[in-house]
């Protein structure tokens, strides 16, 4: 999908006001003292055509229909043959005006006091017309040459401003690219969370109720944070980072209904939280991760959860008994998926894996 800014609305409307503006500056900025001379306006446009030629000829046919279909080398040889070839026309059409001008014989000489003509001869010592003193006039650009500086000049101007604002137009998909795979991760995060998570723990509240009525109730106001958070929350772009500390704890506490003594789960967090804020969810994935192969019913386990803040940083460290079965090919796509996330938030983060037989551990650092 292409995006079109406001320049690329008004462009059209910009080209043909400058090409105006500058066949028109011969009548607004030239020296008349009488009236116009039009023969003088219409050399200078006739200089000015050339170079409309080869302005539209480049912006409308080669650049779209070389330059930016990968074809460089074709590109630059069109060019360089477009400009070259009227530089050549432009040189024998001015070679051979200036040719017929010196061909033209001046005007003979009339007398002063009759009005006859007179040749060089019959003029006497006193008569003959002083000559006056050459002055060394600067030579001007020929108009071929003025033409191929223009030229190139204005093909390299208009190329590089066309290929700014096609880079300027990626960015801007890119950037939109961005915003939705934001969108649609975090869809995938609320949706990660796992229905049988949602089964187990209504059954563990129903089986709450007859032994500890007080801790179903409490196992109840958790579950509802928890899915509050879940779908309404996450909605915002970002949230405070309290709230996801809440979501972390209901989670952990519904969690510890479904595993005996033998799962150590410690969670440490500072209980004075910043007042900033961070994208939702943002640690659903390694949550999940954690308790989906980090608990063993046979084995002894253990999962660590560790927040810290220094520096204008958040520090989370999650740390869990490496029980991964090698046959599961979903393993670690919870994972990835949360790194990508975050490197489309954050230019600045860190993100690391460490990895043995009996030990899983993630440590992520954002800044705040």
């Known amino acids: 999908m292409k995006t079109t800014s406001n320049f690329d609305r008004f462009q059209p409307l910009i080209i043909t006001a400058f090409w105006a503006l500058l066949f028109a500056s011969p009548l607004l900025f030239g020296r008349f003292e009488d009236e116009i001379d039009w023969d003088h306006i219409f050399m200078v446009w006739l200089n000015y055509v050339p170079l409309l030629v080869v302005f539209l000829i480049n ?58 003509q007179q040749t060089p001869s019959e003029f006497s010592m006193n008569e003959r017309p002083r000559m006056l003193p050459r002055q060394n ?55 990660q969370v796992s229905p049988h998570f949602f089964m187990n723990t209504l059954n563990n509240i129903h089986a709450l109720v007859d032994i500890d009525s007080e801790e179903a109730k409490q196992a109840i106001i958790k579950l509802s944070n928890l899915m509050r958070h879940l779908l309404y929350d996450s909605e915002e772009k970002m949230t405070p980072i309290k709230k996801e500390v809440e979501f972390i704890n209901s989670y952990v506490e519904l969690m510890k209904l479904r595993f005996s003594n033998k799962v150590k789960i410690s969670v440490q967090i500072p209980s004075e939280i910043p007042e900033k804020f961070i994208p939702p969810l943002l640690f659903t994935s390694l949550l999940e991760n954690a308790f989906k192969h980090g608990i063993s019913y046979n084995k002894d386990s253990f999962i660590t959860i560790i927040m810290r803040f220094s520096q204008n940083k958040l520090h989370f460290e999650i740390e869990n008994s490496n029980h991964s079965k090698i046959t599961d090919e979903n393993s670690g796509i919870g994972i990835e998926n949360t790194k990508k996330r975050i490197a489309l938030l954050f230019n600045n983060f860190d993100f690391t894996i460490s990895e043995n037989k009996e030990i899983y551990k993630v440590n992520l650092s954002i800044p705040l």
Not at 140 to 151: G, M, R
Not at 161 to 183: C, F, G, H, P, Y
């Open 137 to 191: 006039k600067p030579d001007s650009i020929p108009p071929f040459a003025n033409f191929l500086i223009l030229a190139i000049l204005l093909v390299g101007f208009d190329a590089g401003l066309q290929v700014s604002m096609r880079w300027a137009s990626l960015d801007q998909e890119k950037m939109k690219l961005q915003t939705e795979n934001i969108e649609n991760q975090l869809a995938i995060l609320k949706n």
């Open 59 to 116: 912006r409308y046919i080669l650049l779209p229909k070389l330059f930016f279909k990968g074809k460089r080398v074709t590109y630059f040889i069109s060019t360089t043959l477009l400009i070259g070839a009227i530089t050549l026309g432009l040189f024998f059409f001015h070679t051979t005006n200036n040719n017929q001008q010196n061909r033209t014989p001046p005007p003979p000489a009339r007398s002063a006091m009759d009005g006859t």
